[in-house]
């Protein structure tokens, strides 16, 4: 059996490596592209590299060439930043992330890769009532620039569709989960300032494990053309408050600094999940989102106890 070759745009990120490790498992030939190699022993198997950046005028041929699908989980912004990811520089932004996706699209389809899929997310739906339902159809009116690139490369993206090239987008929304050696979980400035003693601002938000996520990226691949060819697909799994959070992190830790209040759920809008669902996706729910945050504050508990 012949072993499909997949390029990962942005695979060395935090919710790339997800995707990466789980095509390896799979039996996926992976390549990597992006601006930096990934250290030795960043994924648990080989994966070839090419170095390139998101650009209109960047040569995507090579790291394109052979390749049976794309995943663009690239996104190009200022560190720790994705909404007002911008900075200072807002149409270099657009043209890296926008035009700079539309040319690897436009590349991919031209060097006959069967599919293409492209982590968009929530952003694209934008200042949405409180309290609503996120469905796919609905009309999106984003007021981040980030919100308003990611609409637009969707829309792009779809517009490419035809019998032998089937895009499709995932609509991502917070990822959690483990990150790549030597690089810090996306909670860990919230796990600090709590262990300190810090006040900590309520919050809450819908959340998804880069495990899901990658889930819903490798069952894209292998659905029927018919059934996703220029679809998008909403991928979050549960709302979080900071307090269950920091509730399991107290209980590992010892810690004995008072919980933040909750949140105001009832003014966040969720997104539908049904259209994922119906294609067979599960995410891990409670259990994973429990565990996985027990194993991140073990990482702490030195500083705590020691």
Same mark, same amino acid.
């Given at each position: 059996?012949?072993?499909?070759?997949?390029?990962?745009?942005?695979?060395?990120?935090?919710?790339?490596?997800?995707?990466?490790?789980?095509?390896?498992?799979? @039996?996926?030939? $992976?390549?990597?592209?992006?601006?930096?190699?990934?250290?030795?022993?960043?994924?648990?198997?080989?994966?070839?590299?090419?170095?390139?950046?998101?650009?209109?005028? /960047?040569?995507?041929? /090579?790291?394109? *060439?052979?390749?049976?699908?794309?995943?663009? *989980? *690239?996104?190009?912004?200022?560190?720790?930043?994705?909404?007002?990811?911008?900075?200072?520089?807002?149409?270099?932004?657009?043209?890296?992330?926008?035009?700079?996706?539309?040319?690897?699209?436009?590349?991919?389809?031209?060097?006959?890769?069967?599919? *293409?899929?492209?982590?968009?997310?929530?952003?694209?739906?934008?200042?949405?009532?409180?309290?609503?339902?996120?469905?796919?159809?609905?009309?999106?009116?984003?007021?981040?620039?980030? @919100?308003?690139?990611?609409?637009?490369?969707?829309?792009?993206?779809?517009?490419?569709?035809?019998?032998?090239?089937?895009?499709?987008?995932?609509?991502? !929304?917070?990822?959690?989960?483990?990150?790549?050696?030597?690089?810090?979980?996306?909670?860990? @400035?919230?796990?600090?300032?709590?262990?300190?003693?810090?006040?900590?601002?309520?919050?809450?938000?819908?959340?998804?494990?880069?495990?899901?996520?990658?889930?819903? $990226?490798?069952?894209?691949?292998?659905?029927?053309?018919?059934?996703?060819?220029?679809?998008?697909?909403?991928?979050?799994?549960?709302?979080?408050?900071?307090?269950?959070?920091?509730?399991?992190?107290?209980?590992? !830790?010892?810690?004995?600094?008072?919980?933040?209040?909750?949140?105001?759920?009832?003014?966040?809008?969720?997104?539908? !999940?049904?259209?994922?669902?119906?294609?067979?996706?599960?995410?891990?729910?409670?259990?994973?989102?429990?565990?996985?945050?027990?194993?991140?504050?073990?990482?702490? /508990?030195?500083?705590?106890?020691?």
């Amino acid at each position: 059996m012949t072993r499909s070759k997949t390029l990962v745009a942005g695979g060395t990120g935090f919710v790339g490596r997800f995707i990466v490790e789980r095509l390896l498992r799979e @039996g996926h030939d $992976v390549a990597v592209f992006g601006r930096t190699a990934p250290p030795p022993g960043y994924f648990t198997g080989p994966v070839r590299f090419f170095s390139g950046m998101l650009d209109p005028a /960047q040569d995507f041929s /090579q790291a394109l *060439a052979d390749a049976d699908f794309l995943v663009h *989980a *690239a996104f190009d912004h200022v560190p720790g930043r994705y909404r007002g990811g911008e900075g200072e520089d807002p149409e270099g932004f657009r043209r890296r992330n926008l035009d700079g996706s539309l040319a690897l699209f436009g590349a991919a389809k031209q060097a006959g890769l069967r599919r *293409a899929i492209f982590l968009s997310s929530r952003a694209a739906y934008g200042g949405e009532a409180t309290g609503a339902i996120l469905t796919e159809d609905m009309p999106c009116h984003p007021g981040s620039l980030y @919100g308003q690139v990611k609409r637009a490369t969707e829309e792009a993206l779809r517009a490419m569709a035809d019998p032998h090239f089937v895009p499709i987008s995932l609509r991502v !929304t917070g990822v959690y989960g483990p990150s790549g050696h030597g690089r810090l979980h996306k909670w860990s @400035g919230l796990f600090a300032d709590y262990l300190a003693g810090k006040p900590i601002e309520p919050r809450a938000g819908s959340e998804v494990h880069g495990d899901d996520v990658a889930a819903a $990226v490798s069952l894209m691949l292998a659905t029927p053309a018919q059934a996703v060819s220029g679809h998008m697909f909403n991928v979050s799994d549960m709302l979080v408050d900071r307090r269950d959070i920091l509730a399991i992190v107290r209980k590992v !830790t010892a810690c004995a600094h008072p919980l933040p209040e909750r949140a105001e759920a009832a003014a966040i809008a969720i997104m539908a !999940t049904e259209r994922l669902h119906a294609h067979g996706w599960r995410p891990g729910g409670w259990p994973l989102f429990a565990e996985t945050v027990e194993g991140l504050a073990r990482q702490h /508990q030195p500083a705590v106890l020691g």
